[in-house]
Structures are given as C-alpha cells and as structure tokens.
C-alpha cells in the first residue's frame, strides 16, 4: 500500500519545512496542496495522515477554504486518521471541534520558552529530555479548548499544543529552517515593523535560538507522529 499523506499549504511561504525530508526518510508519498487555488478533499480517508499548516489568515475571517479545511478535520477524527496542524492549523482543529479562536493579548514572534505536559511526554513529545523548550513562534491568535482536549504544551501566555482524538494541533513551528525564518522576516516584515522587531533577532544563529536545536525537537515530533500513523493502520 502507498504510504499516502495530504499535507495542506495555506500559503507558498509555509511549507513543510523540514518535516518534507523526514516523511520521504520513512517512504511516505507527500500529496501536497495549495489552497486556494486547489481544492480541498472531502475524504481524510484516502490518506494516511494529514498535515494542514500555517498562514497568516485568520479562521474568523471565514475564508470558504479555511471553512471546507475544518470539514476535513472533521472528517479525519469521525474516520480515526492521524492529523497534525501547525500553528493555523492548530487554530482550525481547535475551531473545528468546538473551541473559540480569537485574537490573542499579544503576539508571540521568535524564540519563547513553552512547558510540556504530562500527557505530551506520552504521546506527540515522548523521549523529550526536559519538560520545557525553546521553540519559534510567529502567531497572534489564540484558541480556548473543545472539551475532551487535553493540553500538551503551554506557555505563561497560551495553550500551545494539544490533542482531540486523532488530531493534535501545535501552535509553534518546529518544522521551520533558516532559510524558512529568513523568507518570513521578508513576506511579514510590515508585520515585525509593527511590532518593533528586527529580523536578526529571529534568526536562529542569534544567542536566543538554533535551527539544529529546533530540527532535533522536529525529529522528535515526527517519529512519535509517525508511529502514530503506524499504529493507526495496523488497527
């Protein structure tokens, strides 16, 4: 069988980043699309997993696309397929099972400590060596929970990961490069001016953040991710 995964791109900037390399190292077949200009599947059955990423839109803006993502969500927790979201993605899980997306106090851009959880250690961040992490962020919306949520990750501002069923949403990026950063600090630069942010201070060879770190943590993730998956389809 084809080790099929979707992987839903909500705008050119934020890709896979590293997580690319690390499915095709396991033999997944990556089925990659850019909303809107394709269309999103109604059947999370047809893959093995499902990945939607970030983007600077808002789920409140009720974008047809952003709309037809959740009924996919959905979709893939009734039918028990593995999903990960990041950042956006993470706000359209959290809306899509019955939490509230909104407009966070304050945004969270660059390098910010978050603490795991318990139940991350057993599931999504098993084999992490510290209950805390440095991680990137650029995101300014928050979430409030579904009920039957369970929190994997928090920072002293917001929830910053967690799990619902199948699907598990993360509000950081672990899959960013630094190329990646570099790219977004041009894409979004009107938005570090409003927030007075330089885009050196972003980049991970500053003293507050590395790429190899991060990409250790991604690798963290994507294992334990993919057992999932394998586990899911020996059922």
Not at 16 to 39: A, W
Not at 78 to 100: D, E, F, V, W, Y
Not at 124 to 146: C, I, N, R, S
Request: proline content about 4%; hydrophobic content about 40%; overall charge neutral.
């Amino acid at each position: 069988m084809t080790k099929k995964i979707l992987s839903i791109q909500n705008i050119s900037c934020e890709t896979l980043g590293t997580l690319k390399e690390l499915f095709k190292s396991e033999g997944y077949h990556i089925k990659n699309i850019q909303v809107p200009c394709e269309p999103v599947p109604k059947d999370a059955g047809e893959y093995l997993a499902v990945i939607i990423l970030g983007g600077p839109m808002s789920v409140y803006d009720r974008l047809n696309h952003l709309e037809d993502e959740q009924l996919l969500i959905r979709d893939a927790i009734i039918k028990n397929i593995p999903l990960l979201g990041i950042c956006l993605g993470s706000q359209l899980i959290a809306q899509a099972t019955g939490g509230r997306v909104y407009k966070g106090a304050q945004k969270e851009i660059g390098w910010y400590k978050v603490n795991l959880t318990d139940d991350a250690l057993k599931s999504l961040f098993k084999g992490a060596e510290h209950k805390q992490m440095k991680v990137f962020q650029w995101h300014g919306d928050t979430y409030d929970l579904p009920s039957g949520a369970r929190v994997l990750a928090y920072s002293d501002l917001y929830p910053q990961a967690f799990r619902i069923g199948s699907a598990f949403g993360i509000q950081f990026h672990l899959e960013v490069s630094d190329k990646m950063i570099r790219r977004w600090t041009r894409v979004y630069k009107k938005e570090l001016a409003e927030q007075h942010l330089k885009a050196e201070d972003l980049i991970p060879s500053a003293p507050n953040g590395t790429a190899d770190d991060l990409f250790d943590k991604c690798k963290l993730v994507f294992y334990n991710f993919s057992r999932i998956i394998s586990n899911t389809t020996s059922i």
